[in-house]
C-alpha cells in the first residue's frame, strides 16, 4: 500500500511569487493534516481536512495560506504571495476514521522543502 | 494552550549506552501522547503510543517510554542504543476530546557513534 506523498520535494522560489504544495493521503484515510517545520523549531499544526471540509483550520498563520481537498481525495497548499517566513518543511499526514479520542494514527509524508528568496 | 517541551536538543552516545530522552507536556485535559522518530532521508514514523492503562509502553525497535501523570512526562528510554538509532525524535500529544491535531516538541537530535 502505498504510504502519503508530496509534491514537490523541494521548492526554491521567490519573495512575492505563488507555490501550491500537494498532498495525496493513503487511500481511504478520511482525516488529512498539514503541518508546518521552520528550521530549528517545533513541527506546528496548520490545518485538518474530514474529507473536502476544513474541521480545524486555527494553525494557519494568515490568508496567504489557502488549502483545498477537493472530492475528499488529495490535498493542495497555496501560498501566495510567498514570503521568507514562510521557508520551512510542510509536511502532510493522514489518518483513518474509526478510533474516537484522537487514536488513530497519523501517517506522514516526506514533506516539501520549501525555500523563500 | 497544549504544549510539548523537550529538554535535550542534541544528544550523542557510544554504541550500547543507555538513552533516556526527556518529554514534559502541559494541558489541562486528557491526552494522548506519542512518540515520533524521523531517520535520516526517511518520513517521520511512529515510535509508540499512550492512550490509557499501563503507563509504561513498548513500541518497534525496543525503545519503551513511560508516562508519569503527577509529572506530565513521557520520557522515552531504550537500554541500549545501536547505530542504526541515529535520528530525530519527536515527542508529540494531541487531546482526547475536541480536534486530534498533533502538538510536537522541538525534537532530540541523536547521534549514535560505533
Known amino acids: 500500500e502505498a504510504g502519503v506523498t508530496q509534491f514537490p520535494s523541494h521548492s526554491v522560489i521567490e519573495k512575492g511569487q505563488t507555490v501550491t504544495l500537494r498532498c495525496d493521503p493513503i487511500?481511504?484515510?478520511?482525516?488529512l493534516y498539514w503541518y508546518r517545520r521552520v528550521m530549528g523549531k517545533e513541527i506546528k499544526f496548520l490545518l485538518h481536512?474530514?474529507?473536502?471540509?476544513?474541521?480545524?483550520e486555527s494553525g494557519m498563520p494568515n490568508n496567504r495560506f489557502l488549502a483545498e481537498r477537493t472530492g475528499g481525495t488529495y490535498s493542495t497548499l497555496k501560498v501566495q504571495p510567498a514570503e521568507l517566513e514562510d521557508s520551512g518543511v510542510y509536511f502532510c499526514?493522514?489518518?483513518?476514521?474509526?478510533?474516537?479520542?484522537?487514536?488513530?494514527?497519523?501517517?506522514f509524508g516526506p514533506g516539501t522543502r520549501l525555500t523563500v528568496l | 494552550a497544549q504544549s510539548v517541551s523537550q529538554h535535550n536538543h542534541h544528544v550523542i552516545l557510544s554504541e550500547a549506552a543507555s538513552l533516556e530522552l526527556g518529554c514534559n507536556y502541559s494541558?489541562?485535559?486528557?491526552?494522548?501522547l506519542f512518540w515520533y522518530v524521523q531517520y535520516p532521508g526517511q518520513h517521520l514514523q511512529l515510535l509508540l503510543k499512550?492512550?490509557?492503562?499501563?503507563?509504561l509502553v513498548k513500541g518497534i525497535k525496543g525503545f519503551e517510554a513511560e508516562f508519569i501523570k503527577s509529572k506530565f512526562s513521557f520520557n522515552l528510554r531504550k537500554p541500549s542504543v545501536q547505530w542504526s538509532d541515529t535520528a530525530e525524535y519527536f515527542c508529540?500529544?494531541?487531546?482526547?476530546?475536541?480536534?486530534?491535531?498533533?502538538?510536537f516538541g522541538t525534537g532530540t537530535r541523536l547521534l549514535v557513534s560505533p
Open positions: 499526514a493522514s489518518s483513518q476514521t474509526g478510533l474516537a479520542g484522537g487514536r488513530n494514527e497519523q501517517f
Open positions: 508529540a500529544v494531541n487531546a482526547q476530546t475536541g480536534f486530534q491535531k498533533l502538538v
Open positions: 487511500s481511504g484515510h478520511d482525516n
Open positions: 494541558y489541562g485535559g486528557t491526552v494522548n
Open positions: 481536512f474530514v474529507k473536502e471540509s476544513k474541521q480545524d
Open positions: 499512550y492512550f490509557s492503562g499501563d503507563p
